[in-house]
């Protein structure tokens, strides 16, 4: 990983998905953030995978709410959606097993939802008890950064982060402004297009972490379509802080049985962990 | 812009069909998102699509229908967006597809505002047009938002009945939410998730409308009324053989509307009703229902 020109120390008023930026940085290591679905196949599965994630090297979690229409997702987390939808996941249910991880699950879990059911279910209500539940970061990817202030205030009254996205299409005054209103880290879209594994990483994405990191000094994380270690190595050598896996892991999941799933999906996150910890 | 590919979704398969004329006529590639249950019961309007030499491509996700083409259409757009054009085919979407969408179909208001002057010396009494994302009402009414004399009246498609768990009546039985990127009426369950639309009518099969119909609405300005599968059936059989027209089963809920409608006015009020579309399209479905 490239130096960071000023170390960052612990401060009171940095908020957790901060310090946990932080440490990595200070310790020169590339965030590994799975991504996975609650209540796919069933939240207690979903229980048992986030303690094994966090076991097996996970730095943060970005636990998905579904929605019937997820128009960032590519079919592999559409249909994850889906099935947690048939298993009777809620917003209120997702937050339940977060209460009851309390203590046990300590690494920073950031949220990850459609706007809709938040609204529905009161945006700033539903605030309140995820912070209660120990949520630490909230994205809403549909979420376009005109209505994102608003929304980002009542996030940080409650202790938590609203995390922006940044595309690769943005232009860069927006890309400015994104990156000046984000919180916690700016998370840098690979592709132009849905959430799925690809082969390769394009290369722009090299550029577009230079561009970011000329702006101001946010971590920067990285998602959609990573999936290979080899992918994770390439987005440590271009210097960005984090890696976001998504359809990699909801995969797995949907490839094996009740029975196997924990164990499955805990050694793939090793295998990332591995690749995220590779030394040039 | 210099883009060269083109993408649409289609219900009825109009909106299909007219994408794929221009890029016909233009040398643009086109592709059509429709969904699955909608190519079935649109056959003529997908052979029309493939005739002019556009993709069609197959939708089976969620109810397989108008709103999960718009999806897949908006799924695409953002993956090709530097090479691809988006043809929103109503006024809803993100902005500012519904405002884009609305001045285009503006000509069927000014059209009618003109016909009008002409016919009864004055403007109209009472808009009619039947309201699915709510494209062809939006054009109609637009250019009369302003003269208050007007009465604007908008149909929705009640399938089996608004109290039913089978309508596509966004705005008669919605709540406040938001699809493909608009905020607007929408019917939806206590979990914030989009229920399933129901209509016999593929082009009124969408659990949404677009944002300035909840305006409309939410300030007075246009009233929202809905008709059954079967009031629409039996108006387009009426309007068949009165008036030897074939309407759309879309539009024929506009006309099975003034079977409400009439009996409440005084004698010589001057109504418009939008023709949408011609029923071609849909005589298998129609077959089917009133067994003929
Ligand atoms: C003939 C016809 N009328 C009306 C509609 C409804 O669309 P909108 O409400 O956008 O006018 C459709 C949609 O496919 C249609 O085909």
């Known amino acids: ?280 | 812009m210099g883009k060269k590919r083109i993408i649409a979704e289609t219900g009825a398969g109009q909106h299909g069909v007219a994408t794929a004329t221009v890029c016909a006529r233009f040398g643009l590639k086109c592709i059509i998102y429709m969904g699955a249950e909608d190519i079935k019961r649109q056959s003529l309007n997908v052979f029309r699509m493939k005739l002019l030499g556009a993709e069609v491509k197959v939708v089976n996700s969620g109810t397989a229908t108008l709103k999960d083409a718009t999806s897949e259409a908006i799924r695409d757009w953002v993956s090709n967006v530097e090479t691809t054009h988006y043809i929103l085919g109503s006024v809803a979407g993100p902005h500012p597809f519904p405002k884009i969408v609305r001045d285009f179909h503006a000509v069927i208001g000014e059209e009618t505002k003109k016909q009008c002057f002409e016919a009864f010396g004055s403007l109209p009494d009472i808009l009619l047009a039947c309201v699915g994302g709510g494209s062809n009402a939006m054009g109609l009414f637009h250019p009369f938002v302003k003269e208050t004399s007007v009465r604007l009246i908008g149909v929705e498609a009640a399938g089996s009945g608004v109290d039913t768990d089978k309508h596509a009546a966004t705005i008669t039985k919605g709540s406040i939410g938001i699809l493909h990127g608009s905020m607007s009426l929408l019917l939806q369950d206590d979990n914030g998730q989009v229920q399933e639309a129901h209509s016999i009518s593929a082009g009124l099969d969408y659990p949404g409308v677009g944002p300035e119909h909840s305006h409309l609405k939410d300030i007075g300005r246009a009233e929202y009324g809905s008709v059954t599968d079967q009031e629409a059936l039996d108006a387009l059989r009426l309007v068949c053989e009165l008036e030897g027209i074939i309407p759309a089963l879309e539009t024929s809920h506009a006309f099975a509307w003034l079977d409400k409608l009439c009996p409440t006015l005084e004698k010589d009020t001057h109504i418009v009703i939008n023709c949408s579309g011609r029923g071609d399209k849909d005589v298998n479905t129609v077959a089917s229902s009133l067994n003929i």
């Open chain 1, 1 to 280: 990983m490239k130096d960071n020109k000023v170390q960052i120390t612990k401060n009171k008023s940095l908020s957790k998905v901060d310090e946990k930026f932080c440490e990595l940085k200070n310790n020169k290591k590339l965030a590994l953030m799975p991504f996975i679905m609650a209540g796919d196949p069933n939240i207690e599965i979903t229980s048992e995978i986030l303690l094994k994630l966090q076991e097996n090297g996970a730095d943060l979690i970005e636990l998905g709410i579904p929605y019937s229409d997820p128009l960032a997702d590519g079919p592999v987390i559409q249909v994850a959606a889906s099935r947690a939808l048939k298993s009777g996941t809620s917003p209120r249910k997702v937050i339940k097993l977060l209460e009851s991880l309390k203590g046990r699950l300590n690494i920073p879990i950031i949220l990850f939802s459609y706007l809709n059911p938040l609204l529905c279910f009161g945006f700033e209500k539903f605030c309140e008890i995820a912070s209660n539940a120990g949520v630490s970061g909230l994205i809403v990817p549909d979420l376009p950064l005109e209505e994102a202030y608003k929304f980002s205030k009542i996030v940080s009254n409650h202790s938590m982060d609203l995390i922006l996205l940044v595309a690769p299409t943005t232009p860069f005054e927006r890309m400015k402004q994104i990156s000046n209103h984000t919180k916690g880290f700016t998370y840098l879209v690979s592709v132009t297009g849905v959430t799925g594994e690809r082969n390769k990483m394009e290369n722009r994405v090299e550029n577009l972490i230079a561009k970011l990191k000329d702006v101001n000094r946010n971590p920067i994380a990285v998602g959609f379509g990573i999936s290979t270690p080899e992918h994770v190595n390439k987005v440590r050598e271009w210097g960005a802080d984090g890696v976001i896996i998504g359809s990699a892991f909801v995969k797995r999941i949907s490839s094996s049985s009740k029975k196997d799933v924990v164990d499955y999906v805990g050694e793939f996150c090793k295998e990332m962990r591995l690749a995220a910890d590779q030394k040039e």
